[in-house]
């Protein structure tokens, strides 16, 4: 760069500013104690783009989109904007989100910053730089709505934002920026918390956003959205640029690749496998939500030790509520579950878990770790009961600790020490050690017969990396001759997993098929409902 262009300005001095055409961040560096986040990198967005920023977890890509948007300062870089001239750019100071958002550049957080008791039109003028005497909120609510039109961001101006879907309040975060004038908007893994269908719907309106000349960055691990709705991709690992390429020189292989540092199989090579039957035999059961609806409905499966039945649906069809019947957690109003020959309808999930039945639940941190106790706690609480780890009324520390050093080596979860609190993992090693937990003791108590686990989403939100770990380790115990019953979202990864799937609709299953046989469009009509 020309040298002699640059001159330094500052949010305050509004009258220097226009809006970036472009956005170049060079050199950033970010220490954090004991962590080099962001190590010299570089990033160059352009107007007009939809850009990727690839990385796996702890890569430094939110450290790294935080500096732009005011939240850090880098320890060292500069971020440069477009001035709009032939090559020119202006070094500029960023000091807070405000003058981010004067510069033109907004960011939506991962964990959103909405009031909720507030409005969709109130949220969206708070903290506004001059926020006018008399709130017109009319007149808000008018523009947000031509905005939103305008964007395929579909939301009521009037709604509480506690009403709201996360969805919905995603669009806000989104609007928001839109209505501040953002003219550069990251997103920090957007997708993480939405549906297949309203990922691509998002796909959509960051489509319309570049079309129109504005710049969004992309914070993401998934490859298949990186490659459908993003025109370049910037790949970061252990917090070093490792690539910048355009999505259309690339494919997920060598992405992945770029990201993880090896090789990455996306389809896991299954073995042949004798099945044991009778692990698990559910007979026409049926059963309400939450809400007192109908929510199963005379559903029948069976499964043979060393089998993996796949269960694909749209969420919301009834999969939560199969889940927790075939752990104990939620009654059935009528049919049966048998586990190994023993029927365990309506038992306690004490009795289920005595009868065999391990389960990774979809909600790792809610009901699967107990985030404030250390790893070593949440890898026996299964086994705790049994000897070694106790005798008699008492737990022995050595064995805990041996038990757990084990299992964390075996599975691979990656934690400064056992004594760790489990909320300090990572997604993948969070889930991971609930993997360990589940299914590398069962009961302990050795007569259980064939081992059934029940896994429920077990590589949401995982990078490509973990999710690989976690695939393999759920192959590895169908090899063993665990009964493994799949709830997944992500069809590629029943297709891998599974020997059959069935699909769910509406609480129905409506067909089952042979993995080996399936294709995709047959499995997508029975998810919108259509018997096979
Ligand atoms: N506020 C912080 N304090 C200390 N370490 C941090 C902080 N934020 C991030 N880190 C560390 O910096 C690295 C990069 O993190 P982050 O930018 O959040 O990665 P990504 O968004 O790619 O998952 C990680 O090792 C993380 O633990
Ligand atoms: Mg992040």
Same mark, same amino acid.
């Given at each position: ?23 170049e ?17 570089? *990033?160059?967005?352009k ?8 990385? =796996? ?7 790294l ?11 060292e ?17 960023i ?13 939506v ?10 409005t ?7 903290? *506004? ?7 017109? @909120? ?13 964007y ?5 101006p ?5 009403? @709201?879907?996360?969805?919905?309040? /995603?669009?806000? =975060?989104? @609007?928001? *920026?839109? #209505? ?18 309203e ?25 298949? =959205? ?33 990201m ?14 004798? #099945? ?5 035999s559910v007979?026409?059961? &049926? ?23 796949g ?6 069809n009834?999969q ?25 309808t ?5 009795? #289920? ?7 990774i ?11 404030n106790?250390?790893? &070593?706690?949440n890898?026996?609480?299964k ?27 075996? #599975? ?10 489990a ?6 090693? /969070?889930?991971k ?11 302990? &108590?050795?007569?259980v ?19 690989e ?7 590895? /115990?169908? =090899?063993?001759?665990t009964?493994?019953?799949?709830? &997944? ?17 509406a ?14 469009e ?11």
């Amino acid at each position: 760069m020309d040298s002699g262009r640059i001159t330094v300005v500052s949010a305050n001095n509004m009258s220097m500013v226009k809006l970036p055409v472009a956005v170049e961040m060079r050199g950033i560096v970010k220490r954090f104690p004991g962590v080099l986040a962001n190590d010299r990198v570089n *990033l160059s967005i352009k107007s007009g783009e939809v850009h990727a920023l690839l990385g =796996e977890n702890g890569a430094g890509k939110t450290t790294l989109m935080s500096a732009l948007c005011g939240l850090y300062r880098p320890d060292e870089g500069d971020i440069c904007l477009a001035d709009g001239s032939v090559g020119g750019a202006k070094v500029v100071d960023i000091g807070s989100p405000r003058d981010a958002i004067q510069f033109g550049i907004g960011m939506v957080h991962q964990h959103f910053r909405l009031v909720h008791n507030q409005t969709v039109s109130e949220n969206v003028i708070l903290g *506004l730089a001059d926020t006018p005497l008399h709130l017109d @909120l009319k007149s808000v609510g008018g523009r947000l709505l031509e905005i939103s039109e305008r964007y395929g961001l579909p939301v009521d101006p009037e709604a509480y934002v506690w009403q @709201l879907s996360v969805g919905e309040q /995603q669009r806000v =975060e989104i @609007l928001k *920026l839109l #209505f501040r004038g953002a003219e550069v908007l990251i997103l920090d893994e957007p997708t993480a918390v939405l549906t297949p269908n309203e990922a691509s719907e998002l796909g959509n309106t960051l489509r319309h956003m570049c079309a129109e000349g504005k710049a969004v960055v992309f914070i993401s691990h998934k490859l298949d =959205e990186v490659m459908s709705f993003c025109d370049r991709v910037t790949v970061l690992r252990d917090g070093r640029n490792v690539a910048a390429l355009s999505t259309r020189e690339t494919d997920k292989k060598a992405l992945a690749k770029l990201m993880v540092g090896r090789e990455v199989l996306f389809r896991l090579d299954k073995s042949e496998v004798a #099945f044991a039957e009778g692990a698990l035999s559910v007979e026409h059961i &049926s059963a309400f939500n939450d809400k007192g609806l109908s929510a199963l409905h005379d559903v029948s499966l069976s499964l043979a030790g060393g089998e993996v039945v796949g269960v694909a649906g749209v969420a919301g069809n009834g999969q939560r509520e199969l889940a927790e019947a075939l752990t104990g957690l939620r009654k059935v109003t009528s049919g049966k579950v048998c586990v190994n020959g023993q029927d365990v309808t309506n038992q306690s999930p004490l009795r #289920f878990i005595r009868a065999g039945v391990s389960h990774i639940p979809g909600d790792r941190l809610g009901m699967g770790l107990a985030g404030n106790l250390p790893v &070593s706690d949440n890898l026996i609480m299964k086994a705790f009961r049994h000897r070694p780890l106790s005798v008699g009324p008492f737990l022995s520390k050595t064995a805990i600790s041996q038990f757990s050093d084990s299992l964390i080596e075996a #599975f691979d979860v990656v934690t400064p020490s056992r004594n760790t609190p489990a909320r300090n993992l990572s997604g993948g090693n /969070q889930q991971k050690a609930i993997l360990a937990r589940e299914i590398a003791t069962g009961d302990g &108590s050795g007569d259980v017969g064939v081992n059934v686990l029940i896994a429920v989403q077990p590589t949401r939100g995982l990078d490509v990396g973990a999710t690989e770990g976690v695939r393999r380790a759920l192959l590895e /115990q169908r =090899e063993k001759g665990t009964a493994i019953v799949l709830i &997944s979202e992500d069809l590629d990864e029943l297709l891998s997993l599974s020997d059959r799937i069935a699909v769910m609709h509406a609480g129905k299953i409506m067909g089952l098929v042979r993995a080996v046989d399936a294709n995709m469009e047959e499995i997508g009509l029975m998810m919108a409902g259509e018997a096979s």
